[in-house]
């Protein structure tokens, strides 16, 4: 499976536009998925457009939340894929039942190895995507607002699996280093095999993950593609 960071905050290819929010493509599986759409459409139409990304080619858009950050690009993608397909959540408003259209509610699958962790939290409601790979569980998260760490047990919880690479928003920039080290901590006892925070996790955040989890640390930011094949992990090279 491959995945391409489309929208966020922090750059990694030269030429690609950031701004706060997050989206990226998931290519590979039975569906090709859009998790989220970032904030805006302009954005994140000229980001796909310069990364050879067709709208046309995804068939399915999988909304985390409902925050503007995240679902603010959708619009003016449906301009371009009026059919596609949409997986929002149980608690979303109205506004955003487009002509094809799914509320998750329960944990449930999107297509053959991939699967939406359900609406998760009390006050921010959420959902992680979560891929099965021959190399373990691949969790992507928004911005992780019912929590990281329930999320990795989420997935563990569900298919009794290996975790190997969570990324995404962690949402933890509002931590103290002694709070985000007991995180890391937590990672580690899940059994985290590889790490790629972005987003809203936090500049901080990001520095002690990396300093603790070295080479399997892997920076994130706008183009980046991370492709997990049965034999290799691969990564276009860093600017
Ligand atoms: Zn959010
Ligand atoms: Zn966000």
Redesign the pocket.
């Known amino acids: 499976m491959k995945i391409t960071v489309i929208f966020d905050n922090y750059p990694y290819e030269e030429g690609l536009a950031t701004d706060?929010?997050?989206s990226c493509l998931i290519q590979g599986a039975e569906k090709t998925i859009l998790f989220d759409t970032g904030a805006d459409g302009d954005i994140l139409l000229s980001n796909m457009k310069k990364l050879g990304i067709e709208p046309k080619i995804v068939d399915t858009v999988f909304l985390s939340?409902e925050?503007w950050?995240?679902t603010g690009g959708l619009n003016a993608f449906l301009c371009g894929n009026p059919d596609c397909f949409i997986y929002l959540l149980e608690s979303f408003s109205t506004s955003f039942e487009a002509k094809n259209y799914k509320k998750v509610n329960e944990s449930m699958e999107i297509c053959e190895n991939i699967y939406s962790t359900g609406e998760l939290g009390n006050q921010i409601k959420e959902q992680s995507l979560i891929l099965k790979t021959d190399k373990g569980l691949v969790i992507i998260t928004?911005?992780a607002h019912s929590g990281i760490i329930n999320i990795i047990k989420k997935a563990k919880e569900l298919f009794k699996q290996e975790i190997y690479l969570v990324m995404g928003?962690f949402?933890l920039a509002e931590l103290s280093d002694a709070e985000i080290q007991e995180i890391i901590n937590d990672f580690k006892c899940l059994g985290v095999k590889l790490v790629s925070p972005s987003?809203?996790s936090g500049d901080r955040t990001i520095e002690l993950f990396h300093q603790c989890y070295g080479k399997d640390f892997i920076k994130l930011g706008v183009g980046k593609v991370i492709e997990i094949t049965s034999s290799m992990t691969k990564c276009n090279a860093l600017i």
Request: charged share 10%; aromatic share 16%.
């Open positions: 706060w929010g997050f939340h925050h950050d995240h928004g911005c928003g949402h987003h809203c």
